[in-house]
T-cell receptor, first 114, second 116 residues
Framework: DAGVIQSPRHEVTEMGQEVTLRCKPI?????LFWYRQTMMRGLELLIY????????DSGMPEDRFSAKMPNASFSTLKIQPSEPRDSAVYFC????????????FGEGSWLTVV | AQKITQTQPGMFVQEKEAVTLDCTYD???????LFWYKQPSSGEMIFLIY??????QNATEGRYSLNFQKARKSANLVISASQLGDSAMYFC?????????????FGSGTRLSIRP
């Protein structure tokens, strides 16, 4: 079975540019999470969806960040305009409804804003 | 509000020794789940083990076991017979409320280094 698929794996962009990160969750999973990982702040939950509906976006740092989940198999995290302090690894993860509700991570999108 | 605390930023352990990584949590819920993930230097997040708050026995998965002490609100990860490949960051995580709509938060992690 395919795992969580994220794209792009690596992106280098200039400050002020729009960045769009994409995620395809595991088929059949009904919850999707976006996390950001930095050395200073560790692994932060930005937003999560359940059945395509945003449940908690309190971790989204600023209005420059937005996330959508138009259907059960696709989600985007957009940063506009990007800033150097947005440089981080962005992980998407998904979860089914089985025992434990374990979440499975994608390989991450490594973003560098210069 | 839920909170996960990992007090060991880094640990060095001799190969083949057992190692315990500490994790304490805070929650007001009676129903919750605890997880451990491994992040090697390549960056991916690998699920290791899960413990539900109502599970009476400590979870085990191969060389991994979770020492769950509910009254102390601790969920320590024990790795038996450590191997060089165990060198990685380890994260403790918690899901509050047994609901498909609940979020999962992570501790700050412990960097484990195995010496040959």
């Amino acid at each position: 079975d395919a795992g969580v698929i994220q794209s792009p794996r690596h992106e280098v962009t200039e400050m002020g540019q729009e960045v769009t990160l994409r995620c395809k969750p595991i088929s059949g999973h009904n919850s999707l999470f976006w996390y950001r990982q930095t050395m200073m702040r560790g692994l932060e939950l930005l937003i999560y969806f359940n059945n395509n509906v945003p449940i908690d976006d309190s971790g989204m740092p600023e209005d420059r960040f937005s996330a959508k989940m138009p259907n059960a198999s696709f989600s985007t995290l957009k940063i506009q305009p990007s800033e150097p302090r947005d440089s981080a690894v962005y992980f998407c993860a998904s979860r089914g409804t089985g025992s434990g509700n374990t979440i499975y991570f994608g390989e991450g999108s490594w973003l560098t804003v210069v | 509000a839920q909170k996960i605390t990992q007090t060991q930023p880094g640990m060095f352990v001799q190969e083949k020794e057992a190692v315990t990584l500490d994790c304490t949590y805070d929650t007001s819920d009676q129903s919750y789940g605890l997880f451990w993930y491994k992040q090697p230097s390549s960056g991916e997040m690998i699920f290791l083990i899960y413990q539900g708050s109502y599970d009476e026995q400590n979870a085990t998965e191969g060389r991994y076991s979770l020492n769950f002490q509910k009254a102390r609100k601790s969920a320590n990860l024990v790795i038996s017979a450590s191997q060089l490949g165990d060198s990685a960051m380890y994260f403790c995580a918690m899901r509050e409320a047994y609901s498909s709509a609940s979020k999962i938060i992570f501790g700050s992690g412990t960097r484990l280094s195995i010496r040959p």
